[in-house]
């Protein structure tokens, strides 16, 4: 009773909990009564430090399958070498491969990276990043470079990527707002398909 305006109507569809398939629906918005736990959805992740690889002109490069929509962060581990004073890296996010459709681009002072955290690397989602593969890059704009960039012991580069479902916007009468950043546009091209058996279908 306290929630009226929240009654159902054409526009309106109830959930008892979100789902990012809803997203195929036009649901832009979604109104809770309660804080939604889908601030990041973890898509991909390799830690450990045990070498490091310095960087170069030559940009670095990892691939990996986001397995959710809304691929908006990736996490890339540095260690310092020392200082990098005027020393400039350049980050880059590629859909398929290396210089495919470029999806985020950055370029920010080696003395602001952090070192001792993963330093995060935010870009708008993508909507259609489900079962999609990703190149991110990373280089310096010197060869001689203080900037060293982690691996795992079986010398894969230390990094992670999540994804968002919701974003949060607003709070009114302890009523959640979420914009979906996912949503589908009423009509859209569909360019990647998949066969299913029935019982799978929903998964």
């Given at each position: ?134 190149v991110w890059g990373v280089a310096s704009s010197t ?40 949503v589908a546009p009423r009509a859209f091209m569909v ?13």
């Amino acid at each position: 009773d306290d929630f009226n305006w929240m009654n159902r109507n054409q526009n309106m569809l109830a959930m008892s909990h979100f789902d990012p398939i809803v997203s195929l629906l036009n649901v832009k918005y979604v109104l809770s009564a309660k804080p939604l736990p889908f601030d990041i959805v973890p898509q991909a992740a390799r830690t450990g430090c045990a070498e490091t690889a310095v960087l170069s002109t030559t940009p670095l490069t990892q691939s990996f399958t986001a397995t959710d929509p809304g691929l908006n962060r990736v996490d890339l581990s540095f260690a310092a070498a020392g200082s990098a004073a005027d020393e400039t890296v350049e980050f880059w996010l590629w859909r398929d491969q290396i210089a495919g459709e470029l999806v985020a681009h950055s370029i920010m002072p080696a003395n602001d990276l952090l070192t001792d955290l993963a330093q995060p690397f935010f870009f708008a989602p993508v909507p259609d990043s489900a079962q999609q593969t990703f190149v991110w890059g990373v280089a310096s704009s010197t060869a001689e470079t203080a900037v060293t960039l982690c691996q795992n012991s079986a010398g894969q580069y230390a990094f992670a990527a999540y994804a968002t479902w919701l974003q949060q916007k607003e709070v009114v009468d302890e009523i959640w707002i979420y914009e979906n950043p996912n949503v589908a546009p009423r009509a859209f091209m569909v360019h990647h398909v998949q066969q299913t058996a029935e019982e799978q279908v929903l998964d």
